[in-house]
T-cell receptor
Framework: GIQVEQSPPDLILQEGANSTLRCNFS?????LQWFHQNPWGQLINLFY???GTKQNGRLSATTVATERYSLLYISSSQTTDSGVYFC?????????FGKGTMLLVSP | SQTIHQWPATLVQPVGSPLSLECTVE??????LYWYRQAAGRGLQLLFY??????ISSEVPQNLSASRPQDRQFILSSKKLLLSDSGFYLC??????????FGQGTRLTVV
């Protein structure tokens, strides 16, 4: 099956810093999503982004499908951004997750 | 958009007892449905997925089973729970060419 790799596995930032999270995938996919898992375990949809660039406030994402990667940018990070960020790719009926990036934003 | 209802939110069960977790979907028809488990640590392991009523694909052979008795209902079951079944269980739904949505999850502790 398709392989999804996320980097870095862990990231510690000071509040106000910017960061880039990366997601590489091994084969062509139908779509790609970014999620934020909050401290209560809930998966929050951030972006549905099969290709191109999208922005939502301080967050933006870019997927280059032909090169099989996606980037999630977090600008001016806040403590509430802490948590695990997952990318997930869909290939036909399966939805495969990377292992996530654990982000800790300290005040 | 879709709404995924998943219950209960938390569950403590003794070893050897049965399990039934239910997931229902609103806002779409004929979705693909998924059960994931997240053990200690952070990876999400795909357990089962379904593309239609009565159609179940198992990704990991184990002590669990899944059923889809109705279009928007997905059930995860076990006849006898093991300690290793403890974890955080998430139900997800996708429709063609749209994003996936997740339920709130069930935190299962087997004691």
């Amino acid at each position: 099956g398709i392989q999804v790799e996320q980097s870095p596995p862990d990231l510690i930032l000071q509040e106000g810093a910017n960061s880039t999270l990366r997601c590489n995938f091994s084969d062509s996919v139908n779509n790609l999503q970014w999620f934020h898992q909050n401290p209560w375990g809930q998966l929050i949809n951030l972006f549905y982004i099969p290709s191109g660039t999208k922005q939502n406030g301080r967050l933006s994402a870019t997927t280059v499908a032909t090169e099989r990667y996606s980037l999630l940018y977090i600008s001016s990070s806040q403590t509430t951004d802490s948590g695990v960020y997952f990318c997930a790719v869909r290939e036909y009926s399966t939805l495969t997750f990377g292992k996530g990036t654990m982000l800790l934003v300290s005040p | 958009s879709q709404t995924i209802h998943q219950w209960p939110a938390t569950l403590v069960q003794p070893v050897g007892s049965p399990l039934s977790l239910e997931c229902t979907v609103e806002g779409t028809s004929n979705p693909n449905l998924y059960w994931y488990r997240q053990a200690a640590g952070r990876g999400l392991q795909l357990l089962f997925y379904s593309v239609g009523i009565g159609q179940i694909s198992s990704e990991v052979p184990q002590n669990l089973s899944a059923s889809r008795p109705q279009d928007r209902q997905f059930i995860l079951s076990s006849k006898k729970l093991l300690l290793s079944d403890s974890g955080f269980y998430l139900c997800a739904s996708t429709a063609p060419n749209t994003e996936a949505f997740f339920g709130q999850g069930t935190r299962l502790t087997v004691v």
